[in-house]
DNA sequence: GTGAAAGCGCTAACAG
DNA sequence: CTGTTAGCGCTTTCAC
């Protein structure tokens, strides 16, 4: 523990950039060297919650006042502590977000706005990236409640009990996102995957396909895009190919070696579902290597519209979901519940096949 | 401000979600239901202090006390509040992290790791994404200090002046990553990216080739390496065509764009880098499209080595550097620091030319 | 090994 | 419009 009391002081000493000369008077540097309320109060002759109402409720302050007070805050450099004003307001100003992963487009876009949005108004968001299955999920959001965020953003809808107890008692308000069902536990910005595979497989029909495959990761959002596919096809009277599992999360050479294990059953013209752009594209390489006429032989859909699908060539077909969107609209349900709002905000996304070569 | 007084309470009633019933005389659930330490320290019958102790110094606690505590902790769903401990013990237990972009692998890499190892050590990863450019820079790292983070990973080394004052008047330790430069704020994980462009062109002057094209990304690193890449190719005595600059980030659809501009000048076998597998994919698709031998014709080394690059076809040479690696030095340079020590670690990692079939 | 007192830096609530 | 008082929930420090 001895480190502990020095954290960061004698530090700059043993490196080798040269600081800048203090300038003048300016912010004392000691030891725990933060300037606080009280300074900077000092410095302005008035009292430490005069600064503070400067800081948060500038309308309440007399212009002469505030000004005097903001000439202190910016000589000494005032940067108040959130952390002890979180506690006494009991507002962190903070959100707690957890996704799969950042490597999905979706998710990155869902990510980057929802965080915009939230700091526009405010507030950070702390983000934690889980991975696939929701195993850990429980204590990743107990850490997270640890940190007393003011709400939080969580994905999908397969919560285990425990967390959804944690999240009842904390009385939170929560957004679900990506997943549409009947009982989210608060908020839900998400759409219906299974109404995404219908989609595809009867785009196909249209198309006069009658012989359907299917590529599909092994996550649970994944396989339910792929069984509303199939369950779509087969109700059309469609062929089915046994369906290839690949593993979460997707990647471009599964796609590859999953439409080689398909091969040998592609003697016919095919429609071939995949639970990912990136799979999507992998099985297009795969059949371009193969010489099999793309779209013309094998007709192939993707999922999630990534930049890599609309560039390459041919362009591939896709079901688009706007993960700025998603992250938009989660954060202004947020927004609106931490202002006082009361109404159950729920809120099916819209998705949108996108046609292009491949079908 | 009237709604910030019921936030998230009166909500459940408003849902349908099925609430569980009340779990015994579990976890008191009224208004400001938070259970703690004090609540604890009553039910097991020990004073708050040791409750503390057998969460943060278990050792220090008797064998049968920290059962007993532990016991009532579990019984009454108590989630230490780490804002309270945060502003007492002057340690947040939160790591700020500032990176451009999520979309590049290796930053999703890079953060995917960094906060692997943060969090098995007991800290969360505050994220932030900044953009391109260090234009709002200052006023994120101000609002980061706000939170009174223990440590600080920020990208690049082009830092203003504002926000390397507030950084030294922080006192914190302080990780760079992505960048090598000789003044670093504190410590360094990065890579001399001039260096990137050397090896590149020395990669296709050793194939023999004497005509040499580029396409860079207008962001200050990837124009670095296309540099060192231009005067390297220079100095080799070989015949420089004007280089391309696109938008950052970089995606697929620039490189093809990018591509259709250099053909004009493409009259000869030629060597073409690129600061992004993007770029370099995008390339290779509208040389395929154009009919241009790849590589007899054309030569095309990416940077990054994205998944993308290694499964399409054929396989695009690039630059390998491990965002993975960066995250978990970073990580561990942080943590030498927060345990106490001093050392002004300063890190390159190697980056690695990965040659495949566009070379 | 355990407890009591004091206070981290800020803001809610009330008074003037 | 401004100030005073009293905590927020925890940990530091010191006593036992």
Known sequence: ????????????????????????????????????????????????????RVINTPDRVAAPTALRVREAIARLGYVPNMIAGGLSSRRSRMIAAVVPTIAHPMFAEM??????????????????????GPENEAEIVRTLLGRRPDALLLTGLDRPPEVRRM??????????????????????????????????????????????????????????????????????CGVMLPPITTAAPSTIMAGREALRQLLPALNRRTALAC????LAFGALTEAQVQ???VPDRLAICGFGNFELGAACEPPISTVNVEGATIGRIAASFVLERLAGGTTPRRTRVPFRIVERGTT
């Open 111 to 132: 990510v980057l706005n929802f965080g915009e949005a939230m700091r526009e108004a405010g507030y950070q968001v702390m983000l934690t990236i889980s991975g696939y």
């Open 275 to 278: 639970s990912s752009d990136l």
């Open 1 to 52: 523990m001895t480190g502990d009391t020095i954290r960061g002081y004698a530090r700059r000493m043993t490196t080798t950039t040269k600081l800048p000369p203090d300038e003048g008077d300016a912010a004392p540097r000691g030891l725990r060297g933060a300037v606080k309320i009280t300074d900077v109060a000092a410095a302005a002759g008035v009292a430490p919650m005069t600064v503070s």
């Open 291 to 293: 010489g099999i006429a």
């Open 167 to 236: 999240l009842a008692d904390s009385a939170l308000p929560v957004v679900e996102i990506w997943d549409a069902g009947p009982k989210p536990t608060d908020m839900l910005v998400g759409f219906d995957h299974n109404e995404v595979g219908v989609a595809v497989a009867r785009l196909f029909a249209g198309k006069g396909h009658t012989h359907f495959a299917s590529i599909g990761a092994a996550d649970s959002r994944a396989q339910v895009r792929i069984q509303g596919y199939r369950a779509e096809a087969e109700r059309l």
